[in-house]
């Protein structure tokens, strides 16, 4: 989740080892409650239906959401559909067939946040929108591989970028962004999808952070919708999201949250299309 309304101008706050390791607890709260939907979403279930029952297994494991009432949010999980980008509010509507799905979802446990997202495809989805999830997807792999110690923000905005222009000149959007991650659910440094190499703050051990490409199939332009919350596309084209939290370290990031079961209840769902990694 991304807000605009958080101030990150203040330095970032790195983590020991030992608060590392809450945050990847919290995180694979956060993926349980996804692997949990992978399992349920399909044509004919709802945003309110999930949201329900992903709240339900957050509390029961001992934590608490981490959307819920933050920023005057409603729910559990942000569920944005099609051309909804981020932070769309649960409903009644029910899905349909060929539907995209954005999930976000966080939570708050032992003092420290989780966070991470994943966009499903329900049934028969258009070719053009399962590219625009697999380029989705796989820069936020690209984005990971520059999350290490020696290099700069400015290197894993531009790694997600200049991948996604390349693809098929694929809008990335501006006015939301990753962020760090702790005690706060958003806390400094802010991380673009965007930039230019070799710019921004230089990457140190113990950096744990969220990088969230956020990838419209049309222009980059985004607009809030009526209900005050859901950000949608301008030109009403889809849009795709996927989100891990990550420490920066010196030989390779450490992925604190864990998307493995989620696409294992995939393969599992036969109302859900996988969305795979490009070579």
Do not use: W
């Not at 309110?48 to 608490?64: W, Y």
Request: net charge negative; charged share 30%; aromatic share 6%.
């Amino acid at each position: 989740m991304v807000n605009e309304s958080y101030t990150l101008k203040k330095k970032p706050i790195y983590k020991t080892d030992e608060e590392v390791e809450l945050i990847r607890k919290s995180c694979l709260l956060v993926c349980k409650a996804l692997s949990h939907v992978a399992s349920v979403i399909r044509p004919g279930a709802t945003g309110a239906q999930i949201d329900r029952e992903a709240e339900e297994l957050i509390r029961d494991h001992g934590a608490v959401p981490g959307f819920k009432g933050l920023y005057g949010f409603p729910a559990t999980l942000c569920i944005s559909i099609n051309e909804g980008v981020v932070h769309g509010v649960p409903s009644n509507y029910e899905f349909k067939d060929g539907d995209i799905v954005s999930v976000d979802c966080g939570t708050y446990m032992n003092e420290f946040y989780g966070d991470a997202a994943y966009t499903f495809a329900l049934g028969d989805v258009d070719e053009k929108t399962m590219e625009l999830l697999r380029v989705t997807k796989t820069a936020l792999y690209r984005g990971i591989e520059n999350a290490i110690v020696g290099k700069r923000l400015g290197d894993i905005s531009y790694a997600i970028q200049d991948y996604c222009e390349r693809q098929n000149k694929y809008g990335v959007v501006r006015e939301l962004v990753g962020h760090g991650l702790g005690k706060k659910l958003h806390e400094p440094p802010e991380v673009p999808n965007f930039g230019k190499r070799g710019r921004g703050a230089v990457l140190r051990d113990g950096l744990v952070i969220a990088i969230e490409p956020m990838i419209n199939l049309g222009r980059k332009e985004v607009r809030q919708s009526n209900d005050g919350h859901t950000i949608i596309t301008k030109d009403r084209t889809p849009s795709a999201h996927f989100e891990h939290t990550v420490v920066v370290r010196k030989e390779k990031a450490d992925i604190l949250s864990n998307h493995d079961q989620i696409e294992e209840n995939i393969k599992n769902n036969p109302e859900v299309r996988e969305v795979s990694i490009k070579s």
